[in-house]
């Protein structure tokens, strides 16, 4: 189904004109998280593989725990 040009520009406006989210909290956790993984290669000396854990806590808490590991 082909959306009309006024359509499309009304779609648009209502996308630009949302409230804009704060992504403060999740660009600390991504820069906390690198910087982790940064200190994981220094100590092996060598590629770290990563993978990680998650977990919904009853207090409404979402736990990631990440396990670092020489990479092969």
Do not use: C, Q, W
């Not at 949302?18 to 403060?24: H, L």
């Not at 909290?25 to 690198?34: G, K, P, Q, S, T």
């Not at 993984?37 to 092996?44: G, L, R, S």
């Amino acid at each position: 189904m082909r959306k009309s040009r006024s359509e499309m520009d009304a779609l648009i406006n209502d996308i630009v004109n949302e409230p804009k989210r704060d992504n403060s909290a999740y660009l600390a956790a991504i820069a906390e998280a690198r910087d982790a993984i940064a200190k994981a290669e220094a100590h092996f000396g060598v590629p770290v593989k990563v993978t990680a854990k998650t977990k919904a806590k009853a207090n409404g808490k979402f736990v990631v725990k990440l396990i670092f590991e020489k990479a092969d």
